[in-house]
Every structure is written in C-alpha cells, then in structure tokens.
C-alpha cells in the first residue's frame, strides 16, 4: 500500500511548496484514506503519528515531499528514520529523490555523532575557560549560606534548615566545616 503525508501552509512566513506532490497525489488517483496531512504549525503532528504508529505497516511505501516533513528536529528526524527503517517501510522523497532510505539514515546518524562530538568539545573547552578565569561552578547565595549558619547556630535542625533557606544539604555542611575551621 501507498501512502502520503505533508504539511499544510498554515502559518503566515512560511510557504511549502507543495504542488508536485499534490500533482502526484491527483494523477495517481490516491485515495483520500491514503493521505495524511497535518499543519505545519503542529509540533505533535498527529496524522503523522497515527499514519506511521497505527496504519502503515511493513512492506508500504510512504510518499512524502521532503525528508524534513517528517520531523521537527534532528533527534526526531533520526527516531522517525530507524523505526521506518526497523519497520521495513520504504520512504520516497519527492525534493531528495537521488538518495535511497538508508543513505539518508546512514548520513544523518553520522552527522549525529559528529554534532555531539563537537558539542563535547565545545562544553569541554568552556569548562578549561572557566577554571582558568575562576568561575566554574554556580556563585554562591550568602544571604541565604548566612541566614542557614544562623539558623543552625540558634538550633535548627538540617532538614527546617533547609526548607526555611533553600539552600542544599551538601551546601550547609561544607559551610558549617568551614567555620568549623576558622
């Protein structure tokens, strides 16, 4: 079985050429039951997800008029891909017609990996520049460190302690040590 899915032009900006998959549609005679359509301003896309959770099955052929159609961003591109790919459904591609189902899928995983490698070393190298500038880590809330040393000072115990000031467990105990020390 054949099926289609597009989004339709429902936000102002924003225009999806859409004409040769609808001329597609037309002379092919497809059946209405066969064509899912959600707006573009659908971050759930439900035809969508009921098309490809409940009525396309394996060995069915999913016309569509981009690749990018079926997601919202990239991990949902990737999800979308492996469980048509796990599924045994084809996906044609009116827009990428030169590249078959697994190109597609085997690329982006790619650029996947590669993405967060350089995330990796972009949040690595932010943190070296943090330690050399001293200021890694979250500023302290001494209003808060002094009212809670107070508060213990006056008897308190480490769980009103707590919930009266906010401030973490480990936070109060590191400071108590301090002043412990001094």
Same mark, same amino acid.
């Given at each position: ?6 989004? #339709?032009?429902?936000? %102002? /900006? ?16 497809? #059946? ?12 759930? %896309?439900?035809?969508?997800? @009921? *098309?490809? $959770? ?7 052929? &999913? ?15 990737? $999800?979308? *891909?492996?469980? &048509?790919? $796990?599924? /045994?459904?084809? &996906?044609?591609?009116?827009? #990428? ?8 899928? *085997? ?11 350089? !995330?990796?070393? @972009?949040?690595? $190298? ?5 330690? &050399?500038?001293?200021?890694? /880590?979250? !500023? !302290?809330?001494?209003? @808060? ?9 006056? /008897?308190? !115990? ?15 105990? %590191?400071? *108590? ?6």
């Amino acid at each position: 079985m054949i099926y289609a899915y597009m989004q #339709e032009n429902t936000m %102002r /900006g924003i225009n999806i050429e859409n004409s040769s998959l609808i001329k597609l549609l037309q002379e092919s005679k497809m #059946e209405e039951s066969q064509i899912f359509v959600d707006g573009i301003d659908s971050k759930e %896309r439900p035809d969508l997800r @009921k *098309l490809i $959770k409940t009525v396309i099955k394996s060995k069915d052929t &999913l016309i569509v008029r981009s690749i990018g159609d079926i997601s919202n961003n990239f991990n949902d591109l990737i $999800k979308t *891909l492996t469980y &048509l790919e $796990k599924n /045994g459904i084809e &996906l044609v591609s009116l827009e #990428e017609p030169e590249y078959a189902y697994e190109t597609y899928y *085997l690329a982006l995983k790619d650029f996947m990996r590669i993405d967060s490698y350089w !995330k990796d070393v @972009k949040r690595i $190298k932010g943190i070296e520049k943090a330690k &050399l500038e001293g200021r890694l /880590g979250r !500023k !302290k809330d001494t209003t @808060k460190i002094s009212d809670a040393i107070k508060l213990y000072k006056l /008897g308190y !115990k480490i769980k009103d302690i707590k919930r009266i000031t906010g401030i973490s467990t480990s936070t109060l105990y %590191r400071e *108590l040590k301090n002043i412990d020390r001094e």
